[in-house]
Nanobody
Framework: QVQVAESGGGLVQAGGSLNLSCAAA?????????VGWFRQTPGKEREGVAC????????YYSDIVKGRFTIYRDKAKSTLTLQMDTLRPEDTAIYYC??????????????????WGQGTQVTVSS
């Protein structure tokens, strides 16, 4: 079980950039776990944004963010980052991360027993 803390959200204009960070608040993280980012807007279901597979280092992105977002870990693998460029108003959402995924189901970082953090709010103005 890994508790996470997301940070880095804020308000930016369309076309701008933000870097979101994810760190373990408790529990133990391991390089064997896949990691990923999700987002959710009011009245809508949570959607997968990006997943970084522990097997082979493959990265998967949702079609809507592909080419604009990049998921990566630091060298020590202690933090997870979502680099967001060319932001659009439709990117506005609360962003969540996961550091203990079993595997990447494409852009969905799958966990059999998910434990969500509080998320970080990203607002993109037009």
């Amino acid at each position: 079980q890994v508790q996470v803390a997301e940070s880095g959200g804020g308000l930016v204009q369309a076309g701008g950039s933000l870097n979101l960070s994810c760190a373990a608040a408790s529990g133990t993280t391991h390089a064997i776990y896949s990691v990923g980012w999700f987002r959710q807007t009011p009245g809508k279901e949570r959607e997968g944004v990006a997943c970084f597979s522990s097997n082979g280092g493959n990265k998967y992105y949702s079609d809507i963010v592909k080419g604009r977002f990049t998921i990566y870990r630091d060298k020590a693998k202690s933090t997870l980052t979502l680099q967001m460029d060319t932001l659009r108003p439709e990117d506005t959402a609360i962003y969540y991360c996961a550091l203990d995924c079993d595997y990447c189901a494409k852009d969905w970082c799958y966990r059999s027993n998910p434990h969500w953090g509080q998320g970080t709010q990203v607002t993109v103005s037009s």
